[in-house]
């Protein structure tokens, strides 16, 4: 089996809120069959001590993946990650997601929520961080501002891992204020839409990277031009 395949194959089912507006759009994955530093999540790349390692006894495999969003509901972009890590019988030994910056070991009652033979994982409302159950967006009033009120406060993200690769202004910041102010939603808490990624959105993680500051130029033209994103 590819490595594309082994990576759409066992890629999370994510189930978001019934009022989210924004569904990711591409993957970037890796397949790792040796320990490795992270090549998505920066503060997992620095840490010496969360490196993706090969410490569970039968692991075969460990698939990253890069999880790219055009919005977050106060950001242009958003990129996600998950870690699903594979026995030599192509079990599920662990499932691993990001949450604002680290990342959470994906469990329900100490097992990996499977669902049609995939990990299943629970999506954020407006700003994606990953979680086993809906019980993690509780109390509700937490998660209800950055998608009404913080619509947009953040302007155009530039996160450590695209430093010098893409550039914000406040001219850039305004257009995506003034966006995603028109996307503004209140959650409905409701976790009816389910996710699964086409396999044509899969590409290797170094594709992915190279294309997102393309990406991002591309969106801002176009709010610059009066054109919907």
Known sequence: MSDKDLAFRHFPII?????????????????FRSPSDSRVDYKRKLSTTSAISFGLPGLESVIEYGIWWDWDIEHLYELEAAWV????SGEYMKVEASWHGDYKEILVDGKIPVRDGRPVVF?????????????????????????????????????PLFEGKIVTSPERDRLVREYLKTKAFVPSFQFTKE??????????????????????EEIISRLAGGKRP
């Open 195 to 216: 996710w699964r990624m086409p396999r044509e959105s899969f590409v290797p993680w170094e594709r992915l990277e190279k294309w997102i500051p393309v990406r991002v």
């Open 85 to 88: 890590y594979l026995g030599r």
């Open 15 to 31: 189930v978001f809120d019934r009022m989210e507006p924004f569904l990711p759009s591409r993957v970037g994955y890796s397949v």
């Open 123 to 159: 999506s954020q409302p407006g700003k994606h961080a990953f979680a086993a159950s809906p019980e993690a967006f509780k109390p509700e009033e937490k998660y209800i501002e950055p998608c009404s009120a913080g619509a947009g406060s953040m302007g155009l993200l530039v996160t």
